[in-house]
């Protein structure tokens, strides 16, 4: 089913001529999809997503894809420092306090699948906005499914059996802003070891040189 249009005011042209090669996914962190939907195309609010979907797997368009919405904010990913102008927003209705439904996992997916392929955006290009933005957001949060996605192809995970190395340094060449180390740490692990807790180790370090390793972010 094509996406239902519910055009947002809250856009404009992407800078410099950019066109996407990241997507970010985001929890809207609101009660019920209505009331978010409401939000990103109020003009007095200035936020906004190129798409919403709510946990029955509907899924609603607000930005057109060529247009720079506003939902990144302040951040960076690798080089990238103006995400919203290199970036396709997803906002998934979600409190960020209970799990995402099949039915929006399924439409999530088949969204993914349709714009990357429309922009030829690689897996390791969709990205979490707490990995672009480790210092203020957490969003789409533990309960999203990560791993999914990547056993689907449509982003990835990291493989056991990489030696430890640099947590600081793996962390920005896989993409990471320059933070602080409890922030990288924090950010890592809401993506890749929800469970984990405690002090940084050799596991969090093997992993993220693993992802460094197999996809270094261009630029850095």
Not at 10 to 34: E, K
Not at 132 to 154: H, I, N, Q, T, Y
Not at 159 to 171: H, I, K, N, R, S
């Amino acid at each position: 089913m094509p996406p239902l249009s519910h055009p947002s005011p809250n856009c404009g042209p992407r800078r410099g001529g950019a066109q996407p090669d990241l997507i970010v996914l985001h929890y809207t962190a609101m009660q019920s999809a209505q009331e978010a939907l409401a939000r990103l195309c109020d003009a007095k609010a200035e936020v906004s997503a190129h798409y919403l979907i709510d946990e029955a797997g509907r899924v609603a368009s607000l930005v057109p894809e060529k247009d720079r919405a506003w939902h990144a904010g302040a951040g960076a990913w690798g080089d990238v420092a103006d995400v919203n102008s290199r970036s396709i927003g997803i906002e998934l209705a979600n409190t960020g306090a209970h799990p995402f439904p099949e039915p929006q996992m399924a439409a999530l997916e088949a969204l993914l699948r349709a714009v990357m392929g429309r922009w030829a955006i690689g897996p390791e290009r969709v990205i979490a906005h707490s990995d672009m933005a480790p210092e203020r957001k957490s969003d789409p949060g533990v309960r999203f499914d990560w791993r999914r996605l990547a056993r689907a192809g449509l982003s990835v995970w990291p493989e056991p059996g990489q030696a430890p190395g640099d947590f600081a340094t793996d962390a920005r060449r896989f993409g990471y802003p320059d933070v602080p180390e409890d922030m990288l740490l924090q950010a890592f692990r809401l993506r890749f070891r929800p469970w984990a807790s405690g002090a940084l180790d050799d596991q969090d370090r093997a992993l993220m040189a693993d992802l460094a390793a197999r996809y270094p972010a261009p630029g850095v």
